[in-house]
């Protein structure tokens, strides 16, 4: 072979390849793309008409369509460019935190442009090149090789984008306007909101507030998004105070912490939680201005270009509240909406109790003692259980309040009535002397004695170690009547078997079964289906897939009748979690005796071939399919205080899941022996005499809520 014909196919090459050049990943990049768009926020404008841009008109589902609309500023308009190694752009939905994507994976002429999650695949890339018309570009998928494209040209709210062949026309023509940090950070500075207590309403979903989770009572607590009502209201609430100068601070009426961003710190997601109220720089907000009247950003002192703001611009309960660079976004925006002083209702729970004065003086059982009598002092933060009380409440604002080290309540010493009587701990005999009234909020509660009328205090507001602390003559503007409360846990030993936790579902706080410390976690190391059906097959794997899911409808019943309380303001009888459920104090013996502890073990070292039964029985009562009952069941139907009708409900019989409300079990055993203890007389008539049960294969099932 000749060298002049070498040559000649070495030219003939490289002007086949002239058209493009060859990314590191291997596929080949237009030669006519550039990257000299820098990443960052930008409004997309349609050459179609100057008033139009690329939007997502407020959806946020995958596959939801991406149009144009008419420039209003709001979230769903706004996109995040990111320059890419490969020498494309992903385009990013601000409001809906999704990628401009092909629909469907597919290429052909008029494909839909939607927005997508993944970014697997090449359909959510786009290269850029320069348009003939001067300041714009054609954004091409890398995919296809076709251009984005205002379907049909029409100058059209709502007119659809798809792909199409480039043919120079406007329609395929889009101008990029780069948000400015500046424009948006620098509104106009407020400095006469009034100090007082507010709630935050979001500007992208007004249904959505400001809220501490969980009602934490905890430094370094969480916050996030929530809604107004529910057991805990107060939890939505925050008190803000006009610092001067557009800073404010901003504390939660629980606890008293404060809105800060860990160590001042601003990079784009750093989360920001509840702390010690110091008024550092790290819990100092300036308050300006948005384009939108009643709105407001709230930037931390520490970062003034940065912005309180939702994480992936995210409305949904439960969205974790982030700062983020500024940009303009409706997830930025917040309203102070005002509100009055909240009644505080104390969750149940572990907690320390300090002073006002000292954040490591803390009400102290004296040497640690478990004795009765023994004086309660003031101590230095050791961690005992000597400085932890269970406050339990009774009704309304009235506790007991017992120590997790002795078991022991908070009394007047001898019963005392009279100020300066000294506050000890000691046996709960009922009296109204041992009952406690805690009003307050913003980490600021009295505790006055039902008994007496007389309030804790600590004397002369001394805070060294050893300071008696008594009951003294209500002063409410006595500093030294006045202390915090802190969440905090037991520290387990061998004769504590439980501890509480907060349940997210109600945002109640329960007393669990130690297990649920040392136990295989759900999420972690097993799925919620797996433990579910090691739950069913412990508590009634004799009983076959019908008789297990009658027990996974009793587990779900009692969830969702806690979850259906925790929206009033009542008792919340039950988790709406199902391993704190499960974990519940003294409710399933197999939580606490190891059986599912070691069925548990099994599933993690995946030698748990045995639960396929259980396994279909969860999966049936998650998808809410009906019972079909395999033998006989027999069913009371109450007619009177003391009589029920029964009936034979055959094998075959289908029983479907609205029908099945029974909310509590047990075996006829333990019920003949609650019936014979002579403590407990409405078991001594039986399962029919005036009852609603179902009886199954050893199980007996009642509707009539704990047969108590």
């Not at 400085?387 to 339990?392: N, P, R, S």
């Not at 748990?608 to 009952?629: D, E, M, T, W």
């Not at 069941?633 to 289908?654: E, F, I, N, V």
Request: proline share 3%.
């Amino acid at each position: 072979m000749s060298k002049k014909f070498l040559l000649s196919l070495a030219v003939l090459l490289l002007a086949l390849m002239a058209p493009f050049r060859v990314m590191a990943a291997g596929s080949a990049v237009p030669a006519t793309a550039v990257q000299d768009l820098a990443t960052g926020y930008y409004f997309i404008y349609s050459g179609v008409g100057n008033n139009k841009v690329i939007s997502t008109m407020d959806a946020r589902t995958n596959g939801s369509p991406a149009k144009i609309q008419i420039m209003s500023k709001a979230d769903c308009q706004l996109f995040y460019v990111r320059r890419c190694d490969n020498g494309s752009y992903a385009i990013k939905s601000v409001y809906a935190g999704r990628y401009l994507a092909l629909n469907g994976n597919q290429k052909t002429d008029g494909t839909q442009v939607t927005i997508q999650t993944s970014r697997s695949t090449n359909t959510a890339y786009w290269y850029l090149t320069k348009s003939s018309q001067s300041g714009y570009y054609n954004i091409m998928s890398v995919k296809a090789r076709k251009a984005l494209t205002v379907d049909g040209g029409a100058n059209r709210n709502g007119t659809a984008l798809k792909i199409y062949a480039a043919d120079g026309t406007a329609s395929q023509n889009f101008r990029f306007v780069k948000l400015s940090t500046t424009q948006t950070a620098e509104k106009e500075i407020v400095t006469d909101i009034a100090t007082g207590y507010y709630r935050l309403q979001n500007q992208a979903n007004k249904s959505r507030y400001l809220e501490v989770a969980g009602n934490s009572f905890t430094p370094k607590g969480n916050v996030r998004l929530g809604v107004t009502s529910g057991q805990q209201e107060a939890a939505s609430i925050f008190y803000v105070e006009n610092l001067g100068n557009g800073y404010y601070f901003i504390t939660s009426a629980l606890g008293g912490y404060a809105l800060d961003v860990p160590n001042g710190a601003v990079s784009n997601g750093t989360n920001v939680r509840q702390h010690w109220p110091h008024k550092d720089r790290s819990q100092r907000w300036l308050v300006r201005k948005t384009d939108y009247a009643g709105f407001y950003t709230l930037a931390p002192s520490t970062g003034r270009t940065k912005m309180l703001d939702t994480r992936s611009n995210q409305t949904a309960l439960g969205t974790n509240v982030i700062v983020n660079e500024a940009m303009g976004s409706f997830t930025q925006g917040w309203k102070f909406v005002k509100a009055s002083e909240p009644t505080v209702i104390i969750p149940n729970g572990v907690y320390t109790i300090g002073t006002q004065n000292s954040e490591t003086s803390l009400l102290t059982v004296k040497g640690g003692s478990t004795n009765e009598n023994t004086s309660i002092v003031l101590g230095t933060t050791n961690d005992s259980n000597s400085q932890k009380f269970t406050i339990l409440r009774t009704s309304g604002n009235y506790y007991k309040i017992v120590n997790a080290g002795s078991g022991r309540v908070l009394s007047p010493k001898g019963g005392g009535t009279t100020s300066g009587t000294d506050l000890v701990q000691a046996t709960y005999n009922y009296d109204n002397g041992q009952i406690f009234k805690i009003t307050g909020c913003r980490g600021r509660f009295r505790f006055v004695n039902a008994g007496s009328g007389l309030a804790i205090e600590h004397y002369a507001g001394r805070t060294t170690s050893g300071t008696n602390v008594r009951l003294a003559t209500n002063h409410p503007t006595f500093v030294r009547q006045s202390f915090r409360l802190t969440e905090t846990t037991v520290t387990l030993d061998s004769t504590r078997g439980y501890t509480y936790v907060t349940d997210s579902a109600t945002n109640t706080r329960f007393k669990v079964e130690k297990q649920y410390l040392t136990d295989p976690k759900v999420g972690r190391d097993v799925t919620e289906e797996d433990f579910f059906a090691a739950v069913l097959y412990t508590e009634a794997g004799n009983q076959g897939i019908p008789g297990m899911m009658m027990v996974a409808y009793v587990i779900l019943n009692r969830m969702d009748e806690g979850i259906a309380a925790s929206q009033g303001t009542g008792y919340v009888p039950y988790p709406g979690t199902l391993n704190i459920m499960i974990y519940h104090y003294e409710q399933w013996q197999v939580a606490r005796n190891g059986a599912l502890t070691n069925v548990l073990k099994d599933v993690l070292a995946g030698e748990a071939g045995y639960l396929s039964n259980a396994r279909q029985a969860a999966a049936r009562a998650l998808a809410g399919k009906p019972i079909v009952l395999t033998e006989s069941a027999t069913r009371y139907t109450r007619q009177s205080a003391t009589s029920s009708t029964m009936a034979t409900l055959p094998a075959g019989t289908t029983i479907k899941k609205s029908a099945f409300k029974y909310n509590s079990f047990m075996t006829p055993a333990a019920w003949n022996r609650f019936a014979t203890d002579g403590r407990h007389p409405k078991f001594a008539t039986g399962y029919g005499a005036g009852k609603n049960t179902l009886i199954y294969k050893g199980h007996v099932y009642f509707m009539d809520g704990e047969v108590w």
